[in-house]
């Protein structure tokens, strides 16, 4: 038996569900004072508020709608970066 979640069916009559948006993904933040990031060069490190295990957030606009873990693709694209959602925001609750 297939435990693997299934997506919601899209309505391919609704011509909404074909329209591309961007979906941006926070893996932290930093928090450096003025002086200091004026003076970041090339080669410069700014250190972030998470670690390399921890969730990032998936935004459209300034909306939450999701958190998961980031991972790396393997085969013809390894390298790649990918998120495999982990929670997903129930955006009926949140209006």
């Known amino acids: 038996m297939d435990s693997t979640p299934t997506a919601p069916a899209a309505d391919l009559s609704n011509p909404f569900t074909s329209v591309p948006i961007e979906v941006n993904v ?5 928090r450096p004072l003025i002086r200091d990031l004026v003076m970041l060069g090339e080669n410069a490190v700014l250190t972030l508020d998470s670690r390399m295990d921890d969730p990032v957030e998936l935004y459209v606009g300034d909306r939450l709608i999701a958190r998961g873990q980031l991972e790396e693709q393997e ?10 959602l982990t929670e997903v925001v129930d955006l009926q609750k949140s209006l």
Request: aromatic share 0%; glycine share 20%; proline share 0%.
């Open 26 to 30: 926070c893996v932290g933040k930093a």
């Open 75 to 84: 085969g013809d694209t390894t390298g790649q970066l990918m998120v495999r």
